[in-house]
């Protein structure tokens, strides 16, 4: 199997409809497998998969348990060489899977690999190159994890070191609208930390893809539409607890120590023992 691709959904039936019509498309050139973790939707996200795409793989949770665990129950099962985490809100180009395979089978040294997001208007989204937005530059910066990222894309963003819209680069973080990941690399890592329930999971998994030993890529040849929902959330309680939340938990791992991920107690991609539904 070259392909397993991981949607996670939550109440976005319509936008899931989109998410996967353009991602199967993408792929229907190469084998692959897909997979659905719904988080307890009460849209009938279930029952439209069921009927419209009988062969995706449904793994239909009793409740919303966010982002990382939902990914990590489908990451126990897939079997491709290489595992696409793609968001329910985003729309996978036309020959954005073929052309972003490529690019890994060229570069054995790959772990991961982000494409040029745009906007439903056509409109560039800068964090398609560094995987975090303002407030996470911010948090980097005062925290003093700003020196574990290279060459300034961190510190100063515009300098001549950072790459152009158009520039294929090594990356920091990978967005995780669109995440394709080498199996070998996680089966290295293990599986993502559970404790980042709605953000920082792209940005923690991307950063420990990067101290085993594997890069990272800003692959600009190809792209993604994205509609940007999880960052049009209303402004909450809920949501503030969750995002500085996930800052809080990447620092506590991260600022002192950089942990040996041999030892840091992640459990790996081992099979698991629960039936997909």
């Known amino acids: 199997m070259k392909l397993s691709i991981v949607v996670v959904s939550h109440n976005t039936c319509n936008l899931l409809r989109i998410a996967l019509n353009a991602a199967i498309r993408a792929a229907q050139d190469v084998s692959h497998e897909v997979f659905v973790v719904d988080n307890a939707s009460a849209d009938k996200s279930v029952a439209m998969l069921n009927t419209e795409f009988p062969d995706v793989k449904i793994i239909a949770n009793d409740k919303n348990e966010g982002m990382a665990r939902a990914y990590n129950h489908a990451l126990k099962l897939a079997t491709g060489e290489y595992i696409l985490l793609v968001n329910a809100d985003t729309i996978t180009g036309k020959k954005t899977v073929e052309k972003a395979l490529e690019f890994m089978d060229m570069h054995a040294g790959a772990g991961g690999l982000g494409v040029r ?6 409109k560039f989204l800068k964090e398609s190159k ?14 003093g994890l700003a020196k574990h990222f290279s060459k ?14 158009f520039q294929t680069s090594e990356s920091d973080i990978i967005n995780g609208a669109f995440m394709l990941l080498r199996k070998e690399a996680l089966n290295h890592i293990g599986l993502m930390d559970e404790r980042f329930h ?3 999971y792209d940005i923690d998994y991307s950063y420990r893809i ?4 594997f890069k990272n890529y800003y692959f600009p040849k190809t792209y993604i539409i994205n509609f940007n929902i999880q960052n049009k959330v209303k402004f909450s309680w809920i949501h503030i607890k969750e995002y500085y939340g996930a800052m809080i938990i990447f620092a506590s791992k991260y600022l002192f120590k950089v942990p040996d991920l ?3 107690g992640i459990p790996q991609l081992i099979p698991p023992s629960y039936e997909v539904k």
């Open 117 to 122: 997001m745009i906007t439903p208007e056509g």
């Open 130 to 143: 560094r995987g975090f937005n303002k407030p996470w530059e911010t948090f980097f910066k005062l925290t």
């Open 152 to 165: 300034s894309r961190l510190t100063n963003p515009e300098s001549k070191d950072w790459v152009e819209e």
């Open 198 to 200: 709605t953000y920082g």
């Open 210 to 213: 990067r101290l085993a030993g």
């Open 262 to 264: 041999k030892v840091e």
